[in-house]
Every structure is written in C-alpha cells, then in structure tokens.
C-alpha cells in the first residue's frame, strides 16, 4: 500500500529531469518522433524559462531546431528560439514552417495570378473606348462609373496607350464611348443632378472646364461640370457639345 502511494505521487510529480538541456540542437528526426506523440507529452522535453530569471539568463534557455518546411519537406533551421516558440511551432495546428525557396513560390504564384487577373481586366477596357459600344439599358447610369473604375489601371501612366485611343477619336465620336457615358454620369451625380451654375435639373450636360487631360478624364474629375443646356450654350456660343 505504502509502495503503491509512492508510485502514485511520484507518477503525480511533475519531472524535473528533461531530455533536453538548454543550448541543445534537436534535429529534425527527433522531431519526427516527438510527433508521434501528444503535445501535452512535450512539456518535459526541455525546461522553459524559470520564473524570475534577469533579463540575460534568459537567453541561457534557447534551443536550436530543425524543423521540416510543410510544402516540400526540406529542413529548416532555427537558431536561438525558446522552449515556447518550438512548441509553438510543431503544435499540430501550425506545423513547422515554410522554407524559402517556398515562400518565393508562393510569393511568385500570387504575383502571377495578379497579373493574369489585371491582364483580364485590361482586356475589357477597350469596350469602353470604342463610340461603338453602349451600355446595356439595365446598367443603371449610376453603376456604370464604378464598372469602369473597377477595371482602370490604378496608375494614369498605365492608362496612357487607351487615351491616346480616345484623344484619335472625333470629339463627336468620344462623346459616343461608355467611357465617356460612364464619367459623365459620375459628373452629373457629384453636381447631384444640377446646373453647377443655375440649379436647374432638365437638359443637363457635363461640360470641359479644360481639355488639358482628354483622354484621361477618368483621374481628373475636377476638370469636369454639370450645367443645363442653357448655361452651357453660353460656354461654348451656339454649338453645344
Ligand atoms: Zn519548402
Ligand atoms: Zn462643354
Ligand atoms: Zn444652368
């Protein structure tokens, strides 16, 4: 009975002898063992960093390891990293690491499937250039901007090749674009349906304060107004474009 209750408390006792001492270099074999069992078992692998240590003993307590990078296998490793950060990362939730030969990978992949996507985008954009094309009546005038935006390289260099486009049509013709449609409902909205000049809400046009950035409409908004027909004639004499 005696026997049994030493065996009990001793069994209870939390181990004060470790595998592992500090400073030591696990390897990733051993690693692959330690796996095999479960994480509440690890805990006595190594001792952590005991309470009220000064600041540099604390670094007494580190450990190297490999670790085994989760896309191909490789070993990867880890110097000066803490009985925590170890366990941390071979917990079965994050696994080990990614290597950097993967990373790049991974890093390239995105970048290409980013292209590819504003590839696809780019290819939409001479619909809205061409006078030939309108919008479907169901594309609500206020959506239309947004739809364009939403494909418009982010940077008015990168758009440069599609208003040159814009700037060889006839300003007759460029009026007739869903490019032009879409930013001059845009125009029309930001003036909340009104004569910028007179108020007035019938016959609205949007009008060219300068045509310094033909083309490029799209990044300068400020150029444009909303005005009637009639404060608008008075822009342009008789002929209203
Ligand atoms: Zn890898
Ligand atoms: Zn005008
Ligand atoms: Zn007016």
Redesign the pocket.
């Known amino acids: 009975m005696e026997e049994k209750l030493k065996k009990l408390e001793e069994f209870l006792t939390p181990k004060s002898d470790y595998f592992y001492n500090p400073g030591d270099f696990i390897t990733a074999e051993e690693i692959d063992v330690i796996l095999k069992f479960p994480q509440a078992m690890r805990k006595n692998l190594m001792p952590g960093i005991p309470n009220g240590v000064s600041r540099t003993s604390k670094n007494f307590y580190r450990y190297s390891a490999e670790l085994r ?6 070993k ?1 490793l880890f110097e000066n990293i803490t009985k925590n950060q170890l366990l941390e990362k071979i917990s079965s939730k994050r696994w080990g690491c ?2 950097d ?2 990373k790049q990978k991974e890093i390239d992949e995105r970048s290409r499937q980013r292209s590819a996507y504003e590839a696809e985008r780019l290819c939409q954009l001479p619909m809205f250039l061409s006078p030939d094309n309108s919008f479907c009546p169901e594309v609500k005038p206020w959506k239309r901007y947004s739809l364009l935006r939403n494909i418009l390289p982010f940077s008015e260099q990168d758009f440069a090749q599609y208003a040159e486009d814009l700037k060889a049509l006839s300003y007759h013709d460029f009026l007739k674009t869903p490019y032009w449609d879409a930013i001059s409902q845009k125009v029309r909205q930001r003036y909340h349906y009104m004569c910028s000049l007179c108020g007035r809400k019938e016959g609205l046009n949007v009008h060219h304060k300068t045509y310094i950035h033909h083309g490029y409409e799209a990044y300068h908004l400020e150029d444009l107004i909303c005005l009637c027909a009639k404060c608008h004639s008075k822009f342009h004499g008789k002929e209203i474009a």
């Open positions: 990078c989760r896309k191909c296998g490789e990867v990614v290597c030969m993967c």
